[in-house]
């Protein structure tokens, strides 16, 4: 059933949501596509809801024989208001800044600022705050992006064609992409020559997003 994937991960954030153990949850969201399909079935879902509900008082006995016994009925249309209410609790945590910080990661190529100019537009559209935009995998020397105590291999921006293409091409998106970043604060995560694992790196990217 289309929305089903994201139908079943909103269920899950409503009893994370819910789950006294946790203080804060972190969703790392799919791309943009999926990312917009999540954000839209809460209203989509609470429409549907309250179709059936509406449907159920209109048509009243005529659907008994469909939906079962009156005390099934019953138990089922109570559990469709309180889906429908945590829904709307759900929606009001979203559009909270005070409680939500929807945190947009693009890398400096010209397709990845318009796919991130477009969630930022949706994301306004449905009041969701975003209050940080991360760059990742710059071609910077680490060492300009955090003060960070280790070697890092940079690029070659001097003796290395590629490297500076590459940077030529990052910096003409970075150019685009300011008005994009007005209002928001920018935080940078620079192309390491390793993969980012273990506690070492982990702690750098960790500064970058906190410089």
């Known amino acids: 059933m289309p929305g089903s994937d994201e139908a079943a991960a909103i269920r899950l954030l409503l009893e994370y949501m819910d789950d006294p153990r946790f203080e804060r949850v972190v969703v790392d969201t799919a791309p943009t596509g999926h990312t917009l399909r999540l954000l839209e079935l809460p209203e989509m879902l609470d429409s549907m809801v309250g179709k059936l509900l509406s449907l159920r008082d209109q048509m009243g006995g005529m659907l008994d024989g469909l939906l079962g016994s009156e005390d099934q009925q019953k138990e089922d249309i109570a559990s469709l208001r309180e889906f429908s209410e945590r ?52 071609m910077q020397d680490p060492d300009e992006v955090v003060d960070a105590d280790a070697d890092f291999v940079a690029p070659n921006h001097v003796d290395c064609e590629f490297c500076e293409r590459r940077w030529q091409v990052q910096q003409g998106a970075l150019r685009r992409s300011q008005d994009l970043f007005r209002g928001h604060e920018v935080r940078r995560v620079p192309l390491f020559a390793e993969e980012v694992r273990g506690e070492r790196l982990l702690r750098v990217v960790a500064a970058c997003l906190e410089a």
């Open 87 to 138: 829904i709307e609790r759900f929606r009001a945590v979203l559009c909270d800044p005070e409680r939500t910080d929807f945190r947009v990661v693009l890398v400096p190529e010209e397709l990845s600022v318009v796919e991130a100019e477009r969630l930022l537009d949706r994301l306004a559209e449905f009041g969701v705050p975003v209050g940080t935009v991360v760059v990742n995998r710059v």
